[in-house]
């Protein structure tokens, strides 16, 4: 069940309606039924799965806090780790590696191959297992107690707006929400449906159609020249993240609308003036997942190795994070690569300082932006190409300056006339954000009037069914 999709629509406003309806004390209910049907209309036997994951990390954790034995809460600790983990390198990681295995033996005369598993990856696994463990390692510090409530912490690992994309939660900032429900406003709602329709907006106008022209070029790279695989690596910059902020928006208003906050994911991340920043600002919540628990443990343990600690941390968690999103050499050198600049940033930290004294503010910020934004958008051409031949082949036309001709245009659906609406729309998101960090107008908008906000509202609408997308994309991020 897509977000873009009317089913969801109608799911939605249903369970909404039951959820409000419901006493305070037994609200968990119908979300946790809403959120196993939810999950359960992608594969029913992979929601058997799901759950037999939640009670052994429910078991575990409870073990962990009532044990006085350090020896048993290892144990259980590393039973839990094995449960998650496991089931994530067997859907996710098992056939790449035996796929490179075979390849090993292969290059060495050695003809006896290891069978393939070919399984479907469970929707959202990397999210719900990444959630989980955050959860099972704080639990085991004992900076947090474990949830003794089983149906609350069921919840809590498949609350359905944040199932299969996150945010990544941690347990003491959704657990408490969920067992001792906020209550919701009338603002509650207002903001929620806010953000849900500017997501689907950034999902549906923005995403899908600069989509037609990414999947045009990036199906065979090898085919296009300059022009037309810069324009598509632009356009799937902006795609990956309007459908990726677009999915977060609906799920925290979502949430909101019930009254839960989810954390955000996105900061408006092309105006950042380093890599550094940049990752404070996208997909935050897996960015803090890796920082709390991967790169601060390794920083403090190699303290005495001075600058080096956090450049092995950022090597380390960057190219953990490549290997996260996807199974394959490209993700991984897409982690690697970014792991490789931020730790340049690191080295170069007080020289870049000392240029931006001696430069004007605003033509060094300007650079520093554009630097940013080039780098990022050239990594992703790992993340989008389709292997790390094409990949490496998109590089090689864009750095050989492989022009053949000034033309951008390609063989896809639209033409010249969807080219230049892709343009227009990249341009209104750009000033809205740009907009939004000088003069707050998402903030200014929302306590502004009916009379002004009305007519907002129904323009975005207009949009949508004008120049929406309905042919229900499903989300990127929910292959991983």
């Given amino acids: 069940m897509l977000f873009n999709s009317v089913d969801y629509l109608f799911f939605f406003i249903a369970v909404a309606i039951v959820f409000l309806s419901t006493p305070s004390k037994y609200k968990w209910i119908p979300l946790l039924l809403a959120s196993i049907y939810f999950y359960s209309c992608w594969r029913f036997d992979y929601l058997l799965l799901l759950l037999a994951t939640i009670v052994i990390s429910y078991l575990c954790s409870l073990g962990m806090e009532s044990s006085n034995s350090i020896h048993k809460r290892k144990v259980l600790f590393t039973i839990g780790l094995v449960c998650n983990f496991g089931q994530l390198f067997i859907f996710k990681y098992y056939d790449f590696t035996i796929d490179n295995i075979n390849s090993a033996l292969t290059g060495l005369n050695i003809f006896h191959h290891f069978p393939y598993l070919k399984w479907a990856l469970p929707i959202g696994i990397s999210f719900h297992v990444f959630q989980i463990t955050g959860y099972l390692i704080d639990v085991y510090k004992g900076e947090l107690k474990a949830e003794k409530h089983l149906g609350i912490f069921a919840l809590f690992v498949c609350f359905f707006p944040q199932l299969v994309a996150g945010p990544i939660e941690k347990g003491n900032h959704l657990l408490p929400q969920l067992k001792t429900h906020p209550g919701v406003q009338t603002q509650d709602i207002t903001y929620g449906l806010q953000l849900m329709l500017w997501g689907a907006m950034q999902k549906i106008v923005i995403a899908d159609n600069l989509a037609t022209y990414v999947n045009t070029v990036f199906n065979d790279l090898t085919q296009y020249s300059f022009f037309p695989i810069v324009i598509a690596t632009l356009f799937f910059t902006i795609q990956v993240y309007c459908d990726f902020a677009g999915y977060s928006l609906i799920a925290k208003g979502t949430a909101r609308v019930m009254g839960f906050e989810l954390v955000s994911n996105f900061n408006k991340p092309f105006f950042s003036k380093s890599l550094t920043e940049f990752w404070r600002k996208w997909h935050i919540s897996l960015t803090t997942w890796f920082t709390n628990y991967i790169y601060t443990p390794i920083v ?105 001709g000034l033309s951008i245009n390609v063989n896809y659906d639209i033409g010249t006339k969807g080219l230049f609406i892709d343009f227009m729309l990249i341009i209104l998101l750009i000033a809205l954000e740009w907009l939004d960090i000088r003069h707050d107008i998402y903030a200014r908008f929302f306590r502004s009037s009916k009379s002004l906000r009305w007519p907002v509202y129904l323009f975005a609408i207009w949009m949508i069914i004008l120049f929406g997308n309905m042919q229900h994309q499903q989300f990127i991020y929910f292959q991983f």
């Avoid at 990022?376 to 864009?398: C, D, E, H, P, Y």
């Fill in 300 to 404: 403090i343990n190699m303290r005495d190795a001075g600058k080096w600690a956090p450049i092995l941390g950022v090597m380390i968690i960057f190219t953990l994070s490549g290997l996260w999103h996807g199974a394959s050499w490209a993700f991984i050198c897409y982690g690697f690569v970014h792991g490789i600049y931020l730790s340049v940033e690191i080295l170069t930290k007080k020289k870049r300082k000392q240029l931006k004294n001696k430069t004007n503010t605003h033509l060094f910020n300007f650079l520093a932006t554009g630097i940013t934004f080039s780098f990022v958008a050239l990594a992703f051409i790992l993340f989008r190409a389709k292997n790390f031949g094409q990949a490496m082949s998109a590089f090689k036309t864009i750095f050989t300056l492989n022009i053949k």
